[in-house]
């Protein structure tokens, strides 16, 4: 399985920003989404997307500004974000979890140690 981001960059408080990311080797039943790591904190579960039934899934801290979303024929899963907080910054990474019923991981356990396959970020900055 590979996952890789891309769309990170500088923006200003209040921007928008569209992160991608192209998932390969995924198959059946999975959950897929993003995580985020502030300088000097944990890495943080931002949202997920169910496979199975297309369920979504946002953090309650990015909910109503972050939106997540998928296109199957391309493999790809995006993060749309909206009315950016200079908190918001962060490396955004794309992960996965696989294997029979993954994707009822998402959201209940949508945790960094149930984390199968990570992609190595993308790097948002908010600058105010």
């Known amino acids: 399985v590979q996952l890789v981001e891309s769309g990170g960059g500088l923006v200003q408080v209040g921007g928008s920003l569209k992160l991608s990311c192209a998932a390969s080797?995924?198959?059946?039943?999975?959950?897929i989404g993003w995580f985020r790591q502030a300088p000097g904190k944990e890495r943080e579960g931002v949202s997920c997307?169910?496979?199975?039934?297309?369920?979504?899934y946002e953090a309650e801290s990015v909910k109503g500004r972050f939106i997540i979303s998928s296109d199957r024929a391309e493999n790809a899963v995006y993060l749309h974000l909206s009315s950016l907080k200079p908190e918001d910054t962060a490396v955004y990474y794309c992960?996965?979890?696989?294997?029979?019923?993954?994707?009822?991981?998402?959201?209940?356990?949508?945790?960094?140690?149930?984390?199968?396959?990570w992609g190595k970020g993308t790097l948002v900055t908010v600058s105010s």
């Open positions: 992960a996965a979890i696989g294997g029979y019923s993954s994707s009822k991981r998402c959201p209940g356990r949508w945790t960094t140690d149930a984390v199968d396959y």
């Open positions: 080797g995924l198959h059946f039943d999975y959950a």
């Open positions: 997307l169910r496979s199975f039934d297309g369920f979504t």
